[in-house]
C-alpha cells in the first residue's frame, strides 16, 4: 500500500507524504462569469437606464429634461395605470391561483390514480398533452384562440349553435363585460401544464411508505392528498406560486395578440400600459416610470416567494432529521 501511494505521488509530480494541492476558491468564479456579465448587461444595465428615465420628460427624441418625481406622481392619480394592476390580480387568479389548485388535484390523479392503474407511460403522455400549451409561442396559441373566440363564425359559437345553445353565443373578447375573463380563461390553459409538471416531480420525492401506511389505516385518496400529499410538497408549491405571479404580472404577449388591451382599456395590463405609452402616446419618461414601478414589485414578490420557499424547505429538513 505504501509503494502504491509513494509511486502515485511521484506520477502527480510532489514528494511522497506531501498533501495533494488545494484547487483555488475562485476557481469556480470563472464559471459564473459569462453568465455575470450577460445579466449585467441585458438586465442590470437596462433598469437602471430606464430607472434614470423615468425621472426625465421625453419624447424619445432630442435631449431628455430633468422632471424627478413628476412622472411618479402623476401615476398616483393615473386612473387607468390603477386600473391595469386591477386587471394584474385578475391575471394572477388566472395564471396563478387557479392553475396551482388545478394542477395539484390533476397531479394526485395523475401520479396516484393513472400511474397505478394504467401505468406510468399514460401518465407521462397526459402530462405532456398538459403542458403542450406552454411549449407552443403565444402569439400562435392567442391566434388560435382569437379563431375560436371570434363572434358568430368562431368555434365557440359554433359549437353553441350546435348543441342547441345559441342565446349563449356572446362577443368573447369584444364585450367588455366579458373580454376579461376570456383572457383569464385562455391563461389558465396555457398556464395550468407547468405547475402540474413540478407537482409531479415533486411527488416522485415523497417515501410512498406514507402512502401505504395511511392506506392501511383506511385513509381514502382525499385523506392522503391533503394531509401527505399538500404538506410534503410545499416547497414546491411556494415555486410554482411564485413564478406563475411574476408571469401574471408581467404577461404582455397574450393581451397584444387578443385584445390590444381592449376593448375601452378592459384588458390593459401594466406591461401593455407601459407599451402604449413608449411607441404610442411616445411619453417615454412616463412608460419607463410605469415599468420601474412593476420591477420593483415584481422583485419584492421573488423575495418574499424565496423566503417562504426556504423556509418550507428547511422545515422540512427538520422534520426529516
Not at 506520477?11 to 495533494?20: C, F, L, Q, T, Y
Not at 386587471?87 to 390523479?109: D, E, K, R, Y
Not at 385584445?259 to 375601452?264: R, S
Request: with cysteine; hydrophobic share 50%; charged share 15%.
Amino acid at each position: 500500500m505504501t509503494v502504491t501511494v509513494e509511486r502515485d505521488a511521484r506520477v502527480a509530480g510532489r514528494s511522497p507524504g506531501s498533501r495533494p494541492p488545494r484547487r483555488p476558491r475562485d476557481s469556480y468564479a470563472l464559471f459564473l462569469l459569462p453568465g455575470a456579465l450577460a445579466f449585467l448587461a441585458v438586465v442590470v444595465v437596462p433598469f437602471l437606464m430606464n430607472t434614470a428615465v423615468s425621472f426625465t420628460d421625453w419624447q424619445g427624441v432630442g435631449n431628455p429634461t430633468w422632471s424627478g418625481l413628476a412622472n411618479y406622481r402623476d401615476l398616483l392619480d393615473d386612473s387607468a395605470f390603477w386600473a391595469s394592476f386591477r386587471h394584474s390580480l385578475f391575471m394572477v387568479v388566472a395564471m396563478a391561483v387557479i392553475p396551482t389548485l388545478l394542477g395539484l388535484v390533476l397531479a394526485a390523479a395523475l401520479f396516484d390514480y393513472v400511474g397505478k392503474h394504467f401505468g406510468s407511460r399514460i401518465a407521462a403522455v397526459l402530462r405532456a398533452c398538459f403542458y403542450l400549451p406552454q411549449v407552443l409561442p403565444i402569439a400562435v396559441a392567442g391566434i388560435v384562440w382569437s379563431w375560436i373566440l371570434a363572434p358568430d363564425d368562431g368555434a365557440l359559437d359554433a359549437l353553441l349553435r350546435a348543441v342547441g345553445l345559441g342565446s349563449w353565443q356572446q362577443d368573447w373578447l369584444g364585450d367588455p363585460d366579458l373580454a376579461l375573463y376570456s383572457v383569464m380563461g385562455v391563461m389558465v390553459w396555457v398556464q395550468l401544464g407547468f405547475p402540474l409538471v413540478v407537482f409531479m416531480a415533486g411527488l416522485q420525492r415523497v417515501d410512498p411508505q406514507l402512502y401505504e401506511a395511511a392506506e392501511l389505516d383506511g385513509a381514502g385518496w382525499w385523506r392522503r392528498f391533503r394531509h401527505i400529499t399538500l404538506p410534503q410538497i410545499r416547497p414546491e408549491m411556494y415555486v410554482v406560486l411564485t413564478w406563475c405571479s411574476i408571469a401574471a404580472l408581467k404577461v404582455f404577449g397574450a393581451v397584444y395578440v387578443l385584445t390590444k388591451g381592449g376593448p375601452g382599456g378592459a384588458t390593459d395590463v401594466p406591461s401593455y400600459f407601459s407599451f402604449t405609452t413608449f411607441f404610442e402616446k411616445t411619453q417615454v419618461g412616463y412608460g419607463a416610470a410605469i415599468s420601474t414601478v412593476l420591477t420593483v414589485i415584481i422583485l419584492a414578490l421573488s423575495l418574499v416567494g424565496l423566503k417562504l420557499q426556504t423556509r418550507a424547505e428547511d422545515a422540512e429538513e427538520g422534520v426529516r432529521t
